[in-house]
């Protein structure tokens, strides 16, 4: 075939240099025209090879032939015609050669390519007109293609992606309009109505989507959801993850784009890309058996959605532990990224989310699992020159040391973090490293038995210095990390006045960043300092208060709060206790909300059980 196209465009070439001679082309608007009329999308590389070897062989022949030189004019002409037909017509060559990338493998693998060529992460990733455009190139192969089960399949690839866009646009009217209940008030995320599941359920029809939502309005596993969809056709994977595409890039910019509260609607960002990601990540758990061409392309669009939030320049290396949609926290989701992610060769993007999943399994108290992903991520960001990352793994292994009670440990790794924060310049690296190493230190110098407040000095000179770096770079989080850590440093040091300003500080910050684990922590500490001096009032609330927050994201610190509770109502009595509590109802509610107070009493019983 390349033959007989190659003899073709010789002739074509051969015709237009002929016309030109002859005069019957007055204007290069004319072989711009005949280029367009006869040169097919897909094989300008033939072209340009043919066009090419003739004006080698006519620039041979300027000393020679006497007509060469207007030869040679043409067919530059022809050649700079050439190139305005490919600039014109990159876009639409460029979709054509993805059509064929998609079509030209197996037919098991559609799906992945389809999802590959579809990767948001592009340099220039296609819009939605290019994918109407993609999806007529593959119908258009299907209608050549003489095997009638080939011509099936290709026809289902482009039925999906239009379908995909399709459902999209019928859901795109009601992209955030969820989020508003009766009135215009903003309802955040959550279990209770609405949900976008249960609100997008209603509005579309095309059974895969409608199934997939309606299981996650009912808070379902989508594993449960794949056991009835794993039979459905090519064409309803195809508009699936076109839909889910376009619905996470619509709330994620969205959500950045929100002027009235921007830390708000980073984490909802952050929240939105897990949510989605969580969801693939399901689907190849269930499919990597029965299914392993499904499975392969549900795992390339957990990834795909990875990489786009591992590369937003906001990444959180540091909080952690936002809402989902479903209502859980960010632990519960990252759990399904553990084993897929030990399939991921070491990358940048790999570092990121293991440091998040690192600083999350810290939250809920399993420290070894912290350590391993901290480490590993913390080799991945060392070959990566990744140095935020770097700095940050050492800071969370700190971190999580001293949780470990190895402080020894804890000094070295925020002793390192600190000089390489300084060598690159990373402020907020520096400002938590300053903040570890503090508070490593008043954790060394408690094991050692000493009191003595010099010993801690040192100590308390670094935390200030970290808490100060940290509001001089506006990061709240970071903020409330030091104030909390100073705080209980103070409650260590039998200083609760110093503690009290500390962690209450930190509490705020906590709640403005909405870092759920500082802010059950300050409280918790706070309940420490107010029993120190005698204030059972203010013990209880902030210990209830404390005790929720850690409990909700599955913390085990929950427990040590929850024991000093149990030694409030046994000094007091339980009466005494119930009239503390509800004469602090108010304020407790207006923390944890009606259900959360109701769940306090469940919570104790259930600490002295176990």
């Known amino acids: 075939m390349s033959e007989s196209l190659s003899d073709r465009y010789f002739a074509l070439i051969d015709q237009i240099v002929e016309l030109t001679l002859q005069g019957k082309i007055s204007s290069v608007e004319r072989v711009y025209r005949i280029l367009v009329d006869k040169v097919e999308i897909g094989t300008g590389e033939v072209l340009e090879r043919c066009l090419g070897q003739r004006i080698e062989a006519t620039q041979a022949e300027l000393s020679s032939k006497l007509k060469a030189a207007r030869i040679l004019r043409a067919l530059q002409t022809i050649e700079k015609q050439w190139e305005r037909w490919q600039e014109e017509n990159q876009v639409d060559a460029e979709i054509s050669e993805t059509a064929q990338s998609i079509i030209e493998g197996e037919p098991e693998d559609y799906f ?7 990767d948001p992460n592009q340099d220039v990733p296609l819009s939605i007109d290019e994918l109407h455009k993609l999806s007529e190139n593959l119908k258009l192969a299907a209608e050549s293609q003489e095997d009638a089960n080939l011509a099936q399949e290709w026809q289902q690839l482009a039925t999906g992606i239009t379908e995909g866009l399709k459902s999209f646009t019928i859901l795109e009217e009601d992209l955030v309009s969820w989020m508003y209940g009766s009135g215009s008030n903003f309802s955040g995320f959550g279990s209770e109505k609405p949900n976008p599941w249960r609100i997008w359920a209603q509005k579309i029809s095309s059974p895969l989507p409608k199934q997939l939502f309606q299981t996650l309005a009912q808070q379902q596993s989508t594993k449960s959801f794949a056991q009835v969809a794993h039979n459905l056709e090519l064409r309803a994977w195809i508009e699936l993850a076109i839909l889910l595409q376009y619905l996470q890039r619509g709330l994620v910019t969205w959500y950045d784009q929100q002027p009235y509260d921007s830390k708000f609607g980073k984490e909802l960002s952050y929240s939105t890309l897990l949510t989605f990601a969580s969801i693939w990540c399901e689907l190849w758990q269930a ?7 499904l499975a392969d392309g549900c795992f390339l669009v957990m990834l795909q959605i990875l990489r786009t939030f591992a590369q937003r320049p906001d990444f959180p290396l540091y909080s952690g532990v936002f809402a989902s949609f479903s209502g859980d926290y960010l632990q519960d989701t990252l759990d399904y990224f553990d084993e897929p992610l030990k399939e991921v060769e070491g990358t940048e993007e790999k570092a990121r989310i293991l440091t998040l999943l690192g600083y999350s399994q810290r939250a809920v108290g399993d420290y070894e699992k912290a350590v391993i992903f901290h480490q590993e991520a913390l080799e991945i960001a060392i070959a990566a020159n990744d140095y935020p990352c770097e700095i940050a793994n050492l800071n969370h292994l700190s971190r999580t040391s001293v949780n470990q009670k190895n402080y020894s440990e804890a000094l070295k790794y925020s002793q390192r973090a600190l000089i390489a924060a300084r060598q690159v310049g990373d402020k907020l690296g520096e400002a938590n490293a300053s903040v570890n190493l503090g508070y490593a230190k008043v954790f060394a110098a408690r094991q050692l038995d ?23 770079q506006g990061d709240d989080q970071s903020q409330s990390f030091g104030h909390s850590s100073l705080g209980i440093a103070y409650v260590i040091l039998e200083q609760p006045t110093a503690a009290i300003a500390s962690l209450t500080k930190g509490a705020q910050l906590a709640q403005y960043s909405r870092d759920v684990y500082l802010q059950g922590l300050s409280f918790s500490y706070l309940a420490e300092a107010y029993y120190s001096i005698e204030d059972r009032p203010a013990a209880i609330t902030y210990g209830s208060l404390g005790m929720y927050l850690l409990e909700q994201i599955n913390s085990v610190e929950w427990r040590q709060v929850a024991g000093l509770l149990s030694i409030l109502q046994g000094q007091i009595g339980q009466s005494e206790f119930n009239n503390i509590l509800g004469q602090k109802r108010s304020q407790i509610i207006s923390l944890i909300g009606v259900d959360g107070y109701d769940y306090l009493p469940k919570l104790l019983e259930e600490y002295k059980q176990n």
């Open 287 to 293: 499919f990597v058996d029965s299914k392993p061409a």
């Open 450 to 472: 000493s009191m003595a407040a010099e010993d801690y000095s040192e100590a308390i000179r670094y935390l200030e210095s970290g808490v100060e770096l940290a509001k001089k």
């Open 112 to 118: 992945l390519r389809t999802v590959d060529a579809i």
